[in-house]
């Protein structure tokens, strides 16, 4: 058990660039997370997937985000034509929910995404 | 809408306790946890309640009112390494399936 991991670290961009990131959950867990936190705030809920399904996505996320699971393994999060309002730290967060009251989440140390 | 709210700052004095509340509102209700979030790292979970009742947990206790629609983190015998933001996070229905919802966190300061 390595834990969540996330790539890159940190990330700095300029406005109207593309920009992807990189989560490998714990390998035996089915749900993995997306959320945005910026600086002061909970994490906020941007999209959830089931093995590789897509199961929800945050009305708040604009058309420019796209996450992808391909084989219910590793997730990318892709933001396109950055703002400087994308800003914030993007943490993914993996869980087993084979019970499925206690759903533990277990984070990565996240990216932090500056837009200039 | 989906309310979960926590005070925003807290400070104590190290080896005392303190009880820091959430209460929601919201629309369904299925578990509410507490992790734990030092500046510039991933949160971790602490507790987790989905009864009534008090979870205890070393240090650390969590209580758990559905009725009231809140509850609290307890930690005893503060040490300085326990300043950190407290996230309060609900399990609210969507889409036939269960989103863990952040509150804003609560920043303690522990104090010599």
């Known amino acids: 058990d390595t834990g969540v991991s996330q790539d890159p670290r940190h990330k700095i961009t300029k406005r109207g660039q593309n920009v992807t990131f990189r989560c490998d959950p714990i390998?035996?867990?089915?749900?993995l997370y997306w959320y945005r936190q910026t600086l002061g705030q909970g994490p906020e809920f941007l999209t959830y997937?089931?093995?590789?399904?897509?199961?929800?996505k945050s009305r708040l996320l604009s058309d420019r985000f796209s996450a992808e699971r391909p084989k219910g393994s590793f997730s990318t999060l892709e933001i396109q034509r950055t703002e400087q309002g994308d800003s914030a730290m993007y943490l993914c967060?993996?869980?087993?929910?084979?019970?499925?009251?206690?759903?533990?989440?277990?984070f990565g140390s996240g990216t932090q995404l500056s837009v200039l | 809408g989906q309310n979960i709210d926590q005070p925003t700052e807290m400070t104590a004095t190290e080896g005392a306790i303190v009880q820091i509340n959430c209460t929601y509102q919201t629309s369904g209700f299925n578990g509410l946890f507490w992790y734990q979030q030092h500046a510039g790292e991933a949160p971790t979970f602490l507790s987790y309640n989905v009864l009534d009742g008090l979870e205890e947990k070393g240090r650390f206790s969590s209580f758990l009112s559905r009725s009231k629609g809140y509850s609290y983190l307890l930690l005893k015998e503060l040490q300085m390494k326990d300043s950190a933001s407290y996230l309060c996070a609900v399990r609210l229905p969507s889409g036939g399936s269960y989103i863990p919802t952040f509150g804003r966190g609560t920043s303690l300061i522990v104090h010599p």
């Open positions: 967060a993996s869980s087993l929910t084979w019970d499925t009251n206690n759903e533990k989440l277990f």
């Open positions: 390998s035996e867990h089915n749900r």
């Open positions: 997937f089931q093995n590789e399904a897509q199961l929800e």
